[in-house]
């Protein structure tokens, strides 16, 4: 799959600050909940998307509150799209080590985008690697 440029029918948009993250990531996971998604679609939906909320303050707007987040969603019964978007320059995840090399297990960070890619069926970034596409299908 690619990243998709279509409109997404919810956005939410917030100071970069994890408390105003995590009030979002509740309201996003309480439609999934209603949804009728599993408990273990739930837990693999939150932890992608606390990810790529801490991704999107920490590196992307390096943890200035005066910068934004863009958070844009889609739930339905079949599957849930999410949309991360933050004003920072953005990276390319290819250049990006793998964190299961030996020579980087020790370092404590990279692992972010391994686990979202883990716990979601797709993944995508956008061209300048400032936004990050979450999509979960619902397996039922």
Same mark, same amino acid.
Request: aromatic fraction near 4%; proline fraction near 6%.
């Given at each position: 799959?690619?990243?998709?440029?279509?409109?997404?029918?919810?956005?939410?948009?917030?100071? !970069? =600050?994890?408390?105003?993250?995590?009030?979002?990531?509740?309201?996003?996971?309480?439609?999934?909940?209603?949804?009728?998604? !599993?408990?273990?679609?739930?837990?693999?939906? /939150?932890?992608?998307?606390?990810?790529?909320?801490?991704?999107?303050?920490?590196?992307?707007?390096?943890?200035? !509150?005066? /910068? !934004?987040?863009?958070?844009?969603? =889609?739930?339905?019964?079949?599957?849930?799209?999410?949309?991360?978007?933050?004003?920072?320059?953005?990276?390319?995840? /290819? #250049?990006?080590?793998?964190?299961?090399?030996? =020579?980087?297990?020790?370092?404590?960070?990279? /692992?972010?985008?391994?686990?979202?890619?883990?716990?979601?069926?797709?993944?995508?970034?956008?061209?300048?690697?400032?936004?990050?596409?979450?999509?979960?299908? #619902?397996?039922?």
């Amino acid at each position: 799959m690619s990243f998709d440029r279509l409109p997404l029918p919810e956005k939410v948009v917030i100071p !970069s =600050d994890l408390k105003a993250a995590l009030q979002t990531e509740e309201r996003i996971l309480e439609a999934v909940a209603e949804a009728g998604y !599993s408990r273990e679609a739930q837990f693999a939906i /939150r932890l992608a998307l606390e990810e790529a909320l801490v991704n999107a303050h920490k590196h992307g707007n390096r943890g200035d !509150s005066t /910068r !934004s987040i863009t958070i844009t969603y =889609d739930v339905d019964p079949s599957r849930v799209v999410i949309r991360v978007r933050d004003e920072g320059e953005g990276f390319q995840p /290819r #250049n990006v080590p793998d964190p299961t090399a030996p =020579d980087r297990l020790s370092v404590p960070c990279g /692992r972010g985008i391994m686990l979202m890619r883990a716990y979601v069926d797709d993944l995508q970034y956008n061209r300048q690697g400032n936004e990050v596409q979450l999509i979960k299908n #619902n397996s039922r």
